[in-house]
């Protein structure tokens, strides 16, 4: 075999165990076995370091012990290249004898080994080419030997991976990271084990590490991703498949799972309308808010979501979803648009039951909220205006009232309300004894409201305080039209009618032509006396028919217009609190009317 034959042998037998240790292994065996043709003229491959270079000086060494060591190295020679030449014609099995009675004659040859172990691969005896190849090393460790051995170990993992013997493989791939740490593709292939032994967490865990030295391969975010929809972790797993598709735009198992996630997403939504429909709402939230998990970036599920929290009067959750949304679309889109709106009711409602519970301070910055946002709603300003009146802050309460007839001059809910915080400026005067300034502001109240009882009432005990009798009769006359079971009226008729009781008092001649007046006045009023503002909370939910999107759709729309009604802090009318104080013992009055 001449020296051309003899490379391109070992070439293509170390290429079959896939030709990463060919070239290696070629060079090695050249350098140990050099040419000793002073022996055997046609064995070329002697292994290098048996050719005496220099005899010791050994007193009991003879010359036929060197002669006898040099025979040995010439037959592991020989016996090395009958086994090239069997490993040539492909008769493996032939060759690992040869081999081994070299290295039964010189157990020193690395190359030995090395061509023993490359036999074994062929043989698919990967625990014996192992063997090789780890003693090999101990006698010379050499990177790329160990770079052969960690491969041999993964073509193992990869035998017992289709075996569905994963202890093994996992077993065979980590002591190939043990000879070559840096190889990607064993990490891989280790992670793939522990998804396969259904050691998820161990598995995230490792992939986690993985990503974070190599934050620019598709595939581990796709690996990850599906770890983290098992888990349940849905909005983790809706950011690993978009980085994928960052990294890698036609990656089909990306796309796979994005269309997946999607259609998750619609159907929870669809469920969460039926759920609202049959007015189950806790588990319509329930259902929307997979929806949001599994799409965090559609913004109408968040503003869906608010929605059902605003009804359940869940405000602080409902902010949250609110402003969320708001972060993540285009200003005046529609998106936008309702979004925006729902949060201002929502800062409304959230008021109107902080005032419910006498948390007025709390209820005012709510308001301050919703104005700030939303200034060209009338409702915030007389909302904010009630909670300003009930902590006494009249100059306030006026200022909203005005600010809200401004934007809607024929307002009767507004026009009540200023003339309700103009007889409270008159109650504060008349207690200061400042009785012409008590008759103004309840003349003002009553040009706003002139069907309020209390209003002439309290005039009427202002201008008999500055002896105006004539006009606070007239006042009490107006007063008793209008409601005569007042009891500070009954009081003030003992003072300016005395020894009358209140029919002598309304059937007078003289009574007759105010309460002409006043009965016009009803009469042609459209006012009515108690105004009601209803509330925005309420909403019947119909049961629609099955796969009907035009009715879910029909439905929503309802439900955005139902839900975009002001709601006000008072069911009602505001009733008067603070009256004018009585000037005489009642028990004094009750004994006049039963005497009369």
């Not at 997946?260 to 939230?285: F, K, P």
């Amino acid at each position: 075999m001449n020296e051309f034959e003899k490379n391109e042998y070992l070439r293509r037998a170390l290429q079959s165990a896939g030709g990463q240790f060919s070239e290696l292994s070629l060079s090695h065996h050249e350098e140990e076995m050099p040419d000793l043709g002073a022996f055997l003229t046609d064995r070329p491959l002697t292994p290098r370091e048996e050719v005496p270079v220099e005899a010791e000086s050994d007193n009991t060494n003879t010359g036929i012990t060197e002669f006898m060591r040099l025979i040995k190295s010439q037959k592991a020679s020989k016996l090395v290249t009958d086994a090239c030449t069997a490993i040539k014609a492909g008769n493996y099995s032939h060759a690992m004898g040869l081999l081994n009675k070299a290295v039964e004659m010189k157990n020193n040859l690395v190359t030995c080994f090395i061509l023993r172990g490359e036999c074994a691969l062929q043989l698919c005896e990967f625990k014996e080419a192992i063997l090789n190849y780890e003693h090999a090393l101990e006698l010379n460790e050499d990177q790329d030997w160990k770079n052969r051995l960690s491969y041999i170990h993964f073509l193992h993992s990869q035998l017992l991976s289709n075996e569905q013997d994963f202890v093994g493989a996992l077993e065979q791939t980590e002591k190939a990271l043990q000879y070559n740490p840096n190889k990607f593709v064993y990490k891989i292939r280790k992670a793939a084990y522990l998804f396969a032994l259904e050691q998820p967490r161990e598995c995230l865990q490792y992939v986690e590490t993985l990503i974070e030295n190599h934050d620019d391969i598709a595939d581990l975010f796709i690996l990850r991703s599906r770890l983290n929809k098992l888990f349940g972790y849905i909005t983790k797993c809706f950011y690993d498949v978009h980085r994928a598709l960052e990294l890698d735009p036609d990656n089909v198992q990306a796309q796979q799972i994005v269309d997946g996630l999607n259609a998750s997403a619609e159907e929870c939504r669809a469920s969460a309308i039926n759920q609202a429909l049959s007015g189950n709402i806790a588990e319509a939230i329930n259902k929307i808010t997979i929806s949001i998990d599994t799409n965090p970036t559609f913004p109408e599920y968040t503003i869906f979501r608010g929605t059902l929290l605003r009804q359940q009067t869940h405000y602080d959750q409902a902010i949250d979803d609110f402003m969320h949304a708001l972060s993540k679309v285009e200003e005046n889109s529609k998106p936008y648009k309702d979004a925006f709106r729902q949060l201002v009711l929502t800062y409304n409602d959230f008021a109107v039951e902080c005032y419910t519970k006498g948390y007025f301070e709390e209820a005012i910055s709510l308001l301050d909220q919703a104005i700030k946002r939303e200034r060209n709603e009338k409702g915030f300003y007389i909302n904010r205006g009630d909670c300003f009146r009930m902590t006494g802050h009249l100059n306030f309460a006026l200022a909203d009232y005005q600010q809200a007839l401004e934007l809607d001059p024929q307002d009767w809910i507004t026009i009540s309300r200023i003339s309700l915080v103009h007889h409270e400026y008159g109650v504060k005067e008349y207690t200061g004894k400042r009785y012409s300034d008590a008759d103004k502001c309840f003349t003002t109240a009553i040009t706003c409201n002139g069907k309020v009882a209390q209003y002439y009432l309290s005039r009427a005990w202002a201008r008999f305080m500055q002896k105006q009798l004539p006009a606070a009769r007239a006042d009490l006359l107006r007063a008793l039209f209008l409601d005569r079971t007042v009891e500070e009226g009954v009081m003030l008729a003992a003072r300016l009618y005395p020894n009358q009781n209140i029919d002598s008092i309304l059937s007078a001649r003289s009574s007759q032509k105010i309460l002409s007046q006043m009965d016009e006045m009803v009469e042609n009023s459209e006012m009515s006396l108690i105004d009601q503002v209803y509330s925005s909370n309420t909403l019947d939910h119909e049961p629609i028919g099955e796969g009907s999107l035009v009715q879910h759709n029909a439905w929503i729309d309802n439900y955005k217009t139902s839900n975009n009604t002001v709601k006000s802090v008072l069911s009602f009318r505001p009733m008067l609190e603070r009256k004018i104080p009585g000037l005489i013992d009642e028990s004094k009055v009750k004994r006049q009317m039963r005497a009369h």
